[in-house]
């Protein structure tokens, strides 16, 4: 699997929008670009994925480059409840393991 | 509602015992994961099965042991082999979502050892 390199640390105002980006240029044509989130002392919660077109859910935004070696989740307006340790992970379908690596914190600030 | 039961929450143990850790699901998964998460470090593989009676070391498996009799059960046994078990163990299951795999995991449980 392609390794992702993320900032240590972020923040956003709340209400702002939180632009948190990813960078994977190894990414290879079948891996497809996943976000995770981790609220101190839980599990980590889905938010979204994508394999090269843009995509959008109830919860973010996803912004894959053309050529897919980067990627910005977006948080449209954040709250103080978004401060997480977010994850971006590149895997493709058949592989048995998602790397998680430290991800980057965002702090969302009143 | 469906989703992943981790029991218990928390976890204490003395030196040299064996300790397992719960996880049900009810979502219909087939392939379920153990993780084990280090204060400010990510998540790493310990086991995962894709099918009953079926599983695989990760990259951590040495001082675990797992089994799958159940499709909806996926424990994993902390054993005194383990040298340094004092962690954050996350149980999962993968979904597909418009043909990708999607993890769902369980809130968790963290063993401390004394």
């Known amino acids: 699997d392609a390794k992702t390199t993320q900032p240590t640390s972020m923040d956003c105002a709340e209400g702002r929008a939180a632009n948190l980006p990813c960078n994977h240029s190894?990414?290879?044509?079948?891996?497809?670009v996943y976000w995770y989130r981790q609220i101190h002392s839980q599990g980590p919660q889905y938010i979204i994925h994508?394999?090269?077109n843009n995509e959008t859910n109830e919860m973010a935004s996803l912004i894959i480059t053309e050529d897919r070696k980067s990627s910005t989740l977006i948080l449209p307006h954040a709250t103080l409840r978004d401060t997480a340790v977010y994850y971006c992970i590149v895997r493709s379908t058949g592989a048995n393991n998602l790397f998680f690596g430290t991800g980057t914190r965002l702090t969302v600030i009143p | 509602d469906g989703g992943i039961t981790q029991s218990p929450k928390y976890l204490f143990r003395k030196e040299g015992q064996n300790v397992t850790l719960s996880c049900e699901q009810n979502l219909n998964h087939d392939a379920m994961y153990w993780y084990r998460q280090d204060p400010g470090q990510g998540l790493r593989l310990i086991y995962y099965s894709q099918i009953v009676n079926d599983f695989q070391k990760g990259d951590i498996a040495e001082g675990y042991s797992v089994s799958r009799e159940k499709k909806e059960s996926f424990p994993l046994t902390v054993t005194s082999a383990q040298k340094n078990p004092t962690a954050f163990y996350l149980c999962?299951?993968?979904?597909?979502?418009?043909?990708?795999?999607?993890?769902?995991f369980g809130a968790g449980s963290r063993l401390t050892v004394l």
């Open positions: 190894t990414i290879s044509g079948n891996e497809y």
């Open positions: 994508g394999l090269k």
């Open positions: 999962a299951s993968t979904r597909q979502v418009y043909g990708a795999n999607v993890l769902t």
